[in-house]
């Protein structure tokens, strides 16, 4: 275990694991002290702001109601940045679906899409130029795909849409965005209470686009997608199934990045990619999706 004797204020607490999942570069352990557990997350000062930012946000939340990680403790040691967190109980919403891909899901995704929604209301922010951060974004993206030199089922009409489709991110609303929101970063404790962690960044707008990380629970459960969505909205607009299918091709494209330059890699990405836009059809040419029947 690492040493974290330099941070004074967690002296009297116990260091319970150093946990591995996440991409943020930071380091992360679970720490107890009097019987609970808590969150402690480490990282370069030259992060500090930005980490600052995301800590002093976890406290609107929680007075908003959000069952989320509580702040309890933020500094700096030298050239390091730790922050302190209570610890959020429940199994991640991937692990329950994953140990019976058979069950409904449709209850357990309204209430999911319910917390998405409070979530989305509960922090102020400034406005920003939406339309333009995703046109950089869609730029970025796509380039990468092009260096790959293929193409695969969707994506050349998946493509198309989103270049013949920038006007529908004019005006959006904004929303402080919670930036990787899927079924990992959702838990559910034994009294059916859903937690949210891990937040990314401190994103700002479409809270619409909070909806790309359910594509992943879509590979094993339509239910729980259904839900997620009649659990934020009631009734989705028809405006969100437009927006909605903007997103879900950035988003497909947007997980090319993630490949390294192993072929074996690629092809995973790929698959994942191809599997994403088919949900709008072999030519990505639905108006709603498939598992919306």
């Given at each position: 275990m690492e040493n974290l004797d330099f941070i004074a204020d967690i002296d009297s607490y116990t260091v319970i694991e150093k946990i591995?999942?996440?991409?943020?570069?930071?380091?992360?352990?679970?720490?107890?002290?009097?019987?609970?557990?808590?969150?402690?997350r480490v990282g370069d000062v030259k992060k500090l702001s930005e980490r600052k930012k995301e800590y002093s946000r976890l406290k609107e939340y929680v007075d908003n109601g959000i069952n989320t990680n509580k702040p309890i403790l933020f500094g700096t040691e030298?050239?390091?940045f730790y922050s302190l967190v209570s610890w959020v109980n429940g199994t991640s919403i991937m692990d329950i679906i994953k140990k019976d891909v058979t069950k409904n899901y449709y209850q357990l995704g309204k209430k999911v899409g319910a917390e998405l929604k409070k979530l989305h209301l509960a922090c102020c922010c400034d406005e920003v130029d939406w339309q333009e951060i995703i046109e950089n974004k869609a730029a970025e993206f796509l380039k990468n795909y092009h260096c790959l030199n293929t193409e695969f089922t969707c994506s050349r009409c998946a493509e198309q849409y989103i270049t013949e489709n920038f006007d529908l991110m004019k005006n959006r609303p904004q929303a402080a965005l919670h930036g990787d929101?899927?079924?990992?970063?959702?838990?559910?404790d034994e009294a059916g209470n859903?937690?949210?962690?891990?937040?990314?960044?401190?994103?700002?707008?479409?809270?619409?686009y909070d909806f790309g990380g359910l594509l992943w629970a879509l590979e094993y459960s339509d239910s729980f997608a259904n839900g997620q969505i009649d659990g934020y909205f009631n009734t989705p607009p028809?405006?969100?199934?437009?927006?909605?299918?903007?997103?879900?091709?950035?988003?497909?494209?947007?997980?090319?990045?993630?490949?390294?330059?192993?072929?074996e890699d690629i092809k995973y990405h790929i698959l994942n990619a191809e599997r994403m836009l088919k949900i709008f059809g072999e030519?990505?040419?639905?108006?709603f999706p498939i598992f919306r029947k």
């Open positions: 591995t999942e996440g991409i943020s570069g930071d380091d992360k352990f679970k720490l107890e002290k009097d019987g609970k557990y808590f969150l402690l030298n050239d390091k929101f899927h079924w990992v970063n959702c838990v559910e859903i937690g949210i962690i891990d937040f990314s960044g401190n994103n700002i707008g479409d809270p619409w028809m405006e969100f199934w437009k927006i909605f299918k903007f997103y879900t091709a950035l988003y497909a494209f947007e997980h090319l990045t993630y490949s390294s330059e192993d072929p030519r990505f040419e639905l108006e």
